[in-house]
């Protein structure tokens, strides 16, 4: 029997990253340049907890610096190493490309189980990593900006920018060394959930292009669409609430580590959150058929299926068996580079992670902007946008007055339409025009390239075309 060889992670990405330079006309040596990893920084460092010192094994990889900062987040996980840190920092770099942050590639990890410890011992650590990484210039404003990841949240990027803060006493922009802190610590609206909205803009464009909808054989619109997701953490459960909750789809699976909820007449996804958070996992929930081996879910019957946990879980010997007609990667790397082939084959159309989950960075970087401006967004213009349609609804007023019972104003026209807009609805609106955009710009070379016959070689070809012409303006 052949043994099944899967690449690493980040021979995957390589791989992924080959298939589509292959395609292109790069100057000799530029290709190489850009695939390769810059530096990766390793740290270990002790902290003493418990009556004793645990010593613990960080990273920070800095992938391209064609622009800077360089941006990426931070993951707290017992699978964090150098190869996965190496290949994040890399998608970090196409992704940012992809969606036109002005940032180079980065990412950042800390060997680590989280739940195994209190939030005060977790402080500890967090900061401990924060100073290691800050005094070498691996977390600073304009050098290399940090974000919540797998095992990270609000509360860590909280910890990491006043630790910046406290080293760094003078810097005016010290808030702009992290993103992703909570709003009261310098943070943005509707960063938390970014990327899951992300996914659902994302989606919402798919669902627009009516030749991509062919090639994936589906019809209609997000309403009623099987969607199975996997992972109910940041960005799994924000995705999967907006698409219940907005559009109608119907969540019939959710897979999490211990196991997978699925019900053909759709989870309440509120409900299954609020049980994880009391009971930290799934095992119990009531009202869904519960099944221990969670992976088999993915191969579940599906219109759309969402892997938002880990790298991997798509591969070699389940992708025959993947029954989607749409693969969204919510998470990073989900399908490794042999399973890709085999759903490229299968006809199954892949939306990839540089994409996908480009949500988070993209609002990091409204939240990068806001702190260096020291304003929140909207507050200049907020009345005076209001003031103005006032005009106009005194203007339509007189003529509903005048025009008796034939005209009259729709019913909360008026509310609507005099409410300027607040920080919350410019982060959207800054964030689905982004995600449009992107989208267009792979979908263009989708159709029309003949090469270009998946959507993940198109996003490639985009991403690394402005990535290589930054460094020829660079005249590297
Ligand atoms: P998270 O820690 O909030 O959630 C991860 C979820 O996956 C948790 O609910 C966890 O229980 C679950 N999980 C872990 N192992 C699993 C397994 N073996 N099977 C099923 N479920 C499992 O992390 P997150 O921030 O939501 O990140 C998820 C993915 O999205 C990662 O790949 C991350 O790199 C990517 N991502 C996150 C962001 C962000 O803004 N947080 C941005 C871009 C990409």
């Known amino acids: 029997m052949t043994q099944i060889v899967e690449p690493s992670f980040r021979e995957s990405v390589d791989l992924m990253f080959n298939r589509a330079v292959a395609l292109m006309d790069l100057p000799p040596g530029l290709e190489e340049k850009i695939r390769v990893c810059n530096a990766t920084y390793t740290v270990r460092f002790g902290v003493r907890l418990r009556g004793q010192i645990q010593t613990f094994t960080g990273y920070r990889s800095v992938h391209s610096e064609h622009m800077e900062p360089v941006k990426g987040g931070i993951r707290f996980s017992m699978g964090v190493n150098q190869d996965e840190v190496e290949a994040l920092a890399a998608l970090m770099t196409y992704k940012c490309a992809l969606v036109e942050a002005p940032f180079g590639g980065s990412k950042g990890g800390l060997r680590i189980d989280p739940r195994q410890y209190d939030e005060h011992e977790l402080e500890r650590i967090t900061r401990r990593f924060a100073y290691e990484l800050a005094k070498r210039d691996l977390i600073h404003p304009s050098q290399n900006v940090p974000a919540p990841d797998m095992g990270t949240g609000e509360r860590e990027m909280a910890w990491i920018a006043d630790q910046y803060t406290r080293m760094n006493t003078t810097d005016i922009n010290a808030k702009a060394c992290v993103t992703g802190k909570p709003l009261n610590a310098g943070g943005i609206s509707g960063r938390v959930e970014a990327t899951g909205r992300g996914v659902q803009y994302a989606l919402q464009e798919f669902f627009r292009d009516a030749e991509g909808m062919k090639k994936a054989k589906l019809t209609g619109s997000l309403d009623g669409k099987r969607v199975i997701v996997q992972g109910l953490g940041n960005v799994g459960y924000h995705a ?59 191969e579940e019957e599906c ?103 034939a005209w009259s104003m729709s019913p909360l026209f008026k509310e609507k339409y005099l409410r300027g807009a607040g920080e919350l609805e410019l982060v959207r609106s800054g964030l689905d025009d982004t995600m449009r955009i992107a989208y267009q710009s792979m979908r263009d070379v989708w159709h029309e390239r003949d090469d270009a016959q998946d959507l993940r070689t198109a996003a490639y070809l985009v991403s690394i075309g402005k990535v290589a012409a930054s460094y020829q303006a660079k005249g590297l």
């Open 240 to 298: 999967a609430k907006f698409l219940s909750e907005e559009n109608g789809s119907l969540i019939t699976g959710i897979i999490e580590r211990d196991g997978a909820l699925y019900d053909p007449a759709g989870l309440d996804v509120e409900a299954v959150h609020q049980w994880i958070v009391k009971h930290g996992g799934i095992t119990g929930f009531p009202d869904a058929t519960h099944t221990a081996e969670g992976t088999a879910v993915l």
């Open 303 to 405: 219109d759309i299926l969402i892997p938002a946990a880990l790298e991997g879980v798509i591969n070699l010997s389940n992708a025959a068996n993947i029954k989607a007609s749409l693969i969204i990667e919510a998470a990073n790397g989900p399908v490794t580079a042999g399973g890709d082939e085999i759903l490229r084959k299968k006809g199954i159309v892949i939306i990839p992670d540089m994409y996908a989950n480009a949500g988070g960075v993209t609002v990091s970087y409204f939240e990068w902007v806001k702190n260096l401006s020291h304003i929140r967004f909207g507050r200049m213009q907020r009345r005076q946008e209001e003031a103005r349609h006032q005009l106009v609804i005194d203007e339509l007023t007189r003529l509903d007055e005048h025009m008796g019972d």
